[in-house]
């Protein structure tokens, strides 16, 4: 699909489409949704054209796909679609138009059953400007944790406001790393939000009812369905500690868990904490500045949703 967001363009007579290639008065920008998509869900791009000169533009511009792809040092599978009608089309100096492009992984990494993170650039052909990078981690919906060094396995959780790589603790909290990584494997995060910040604190996340906008009353009260034994452990509630949330029996937890922002030693004993972020100290810091409301004291309710989309684990076998 795609958006025309200022602007006017028309369609000429019929003739022939001109292949994609850089066109004078046109800036493009090829842009991906998320760093990061896990095998087995849709990737989506965002080509952006602004057009600064009464131009035209081919019609495989607007309705087609050319991307020539490439996966680590080597050549990936080629995307093409041929548009849709007749032209070149005629635009008029000041239209900005948006396109957003929805593709399988598989059609730029066919390979789904690998265990290898793959890196990807994908760029429209002749296009100058129109490029990009992302990653496509493998799919993990049938993944055995069992099989798993859950001391060296790391689960990426990608957020609107970037993404934060979480390692574990297993010999500290072996039960719950275990049942958090199923959790991540299964998609029973994707689409949850952070529904409680406290700048200098912590963000808490990980409720299933946070999916449903119509019921922010139940946020905070979600599980999987059953709970977990508590593991308190030495392990201090620092910046960056990963931990689960509870009510006020122990053995209450089950999916939310919180981030510390700021050192939390009150905590210590008191919470699980079974792992550390190992990169994303910016993206804990954005989401922590976000502004609040709710009738909390002070308010914990992000005004603007912080949506966890994914959480992509990076399996490693024993």
């Known amino acids: 699909m795609f958006r ?16 994609a290639q850089e066109i004078p008065g046109v800036r493009a920008t090829l842009s991906a949704r998320y760093g990061l998509f896990r095998a087995g869900s849709p990737v989506e791009l965002r080509l952006l054209l602004t057009v600064d000169a009464d131009t035209q533009v081919p019609v495989d511009l607007l309705t087609g796909v050319d991307l020539t792809v490439t996966v680590g040092d080597k050549p ?13 089309v005629a635009v008029a100096k000041g239209t900005r138009i948006e396109r957003t492009l929805s593709f399988p992984s598989e059609r730029f990494v066919p390979d789904a ?6 890196y990807v650039s994908a760029s429209w052909t002749g296009l100058a400007g129109a490029s990009c990078v992302f990653k496509i981690a493998p799919d993990t919906k049938n993944l055995d944790v069992a099989t798993l060094d859950l001391e060296k396995t790391k689960v990426v959780l990608v957020t609107n406001h970037g993404e934060m790589t979480v390692a574990f603790l297993p010999k500290k909290a072996p039960k719950t790393v275990e049942n958090f990584v199923k959790l991540c494997a299964s998609g029973f995060y994707d689409g949850t939000k952070f529904h409680r910040v ?9 409720d299933p009812n946070s999916k449903d906008d119509t019921t922010p009353e139940l946020w905070g009260r979600g599980d999987p369905g059953y709970k977990i034994d508590a593991e308190f452990n030495d392990t201090k509630h620092l910046r960056g ?12 937890a089950g999916s939310q868990f919180f981030i510390v922002h700021k050192d939390s030693n009150h905590l210590d004993g008191q ?5 550390n972020l190992e990169s994303g100290m910016d993206t804990l810091d954005s989401i922590a500045a976000v502004e609040t409301a709710g009738t909390d004291r002070p308010p914990s309710r992000p005004a603007q949703p912080v949506i966890l989309f994914a959480t992509v684990v990076l399996p490693v076998k024993k």
Not at 4 to 19: K, Q, R
Not at 76 to 88: M, Y
Not at 198 to 206: A, K, P, S, T
């Open 4 to 19: 025309v967001l200022t602007g006017l363009f028309s369609f000429l007579l019929p003739c022939v489409a001109l292949a």
């Open 76 to 88: 990936g599978p080629r995307i093409q679609e041929a548009g849709r009608g007749v032209g070149p």
């Open 113 to 118: 059953g690998s265990s290898e993170l793959a």
């Open 271 to 275: 919470y699980t904490a079974f792992g």
């Open 241 to 252: 500690t990963l931990s689960m949330a509870r009510s006020s029996d122990p053995n209450s």
């Open 198 to 206: 406290l700048r200098n604190f912590m963000i808490q996340g990980g």
